[in-house]
């Protein structure tokens, strides 16, 4: 059965689609993307379809082969930490400008998101949890009021989570440290946003680092 996609900014819906097919583990790290699979999938012609993995492909989600079409992007240990170090130094950023915000709205869409995940981890469901942990930290980003900030990190976040095949530290360990950069969003209190946040994904980086990862395979969760 097909997706049928409106024709209407047809090439950007698509784009849209993929991205989140990738996100959500439809297409996981390493797949290749098979461009009359897709078309019929989304029930569409093979342009938009070229058009979407191009732009893709600049964003780093997927690798363009050369002779053998496309896949989504498969980071080895190495590029994983970069990204990481590239979060570690720009969503602690992030979290300071949201708490200085007045964005009553995003602190909403905040604690939906930490529902979410709560949910996920009661369920079992590996993929929901991936997910609300997405929403949230990007959530986080959008209360900051930096788009470029936004849109740099949502694209960083999307490719990890396609090489992870859960979350880098304990569900628990996670919901809390999510709960209490919430508490100091809720307060107005910028250094503590930051330090919380440098110190939640440093813990999920160092366990990366200990992590059994051979070259070019996902992570996995203890």
Partial sequence: MSETIEYE???GKVYQRLRSMILDGELPAGEKLRQEELSARLGVSRTPIVTAITRLSKEVLVELLPRRGARVRLLGKKEMLDLYDIRIGLEPLGAREAAASE???GIEDLARS????????????????KKADFDFHMALMRCSGNRFLFDMLATYNIIIIANTTGLLKPAEQSDREHHELMDALEARDPDRADRIMFVHLSGARANLVQRAMPAGRPATED
């Fill in 103 to 105: 964005d009553q709205e």
């Fill in 114 to 129: 930490l529902e979410d995940f709560r949910t996920a981890v009661e369920a079992g469901d590996l993929r929901a949890r």
């Fill in 9 to 11: 900014d047809l090439s």
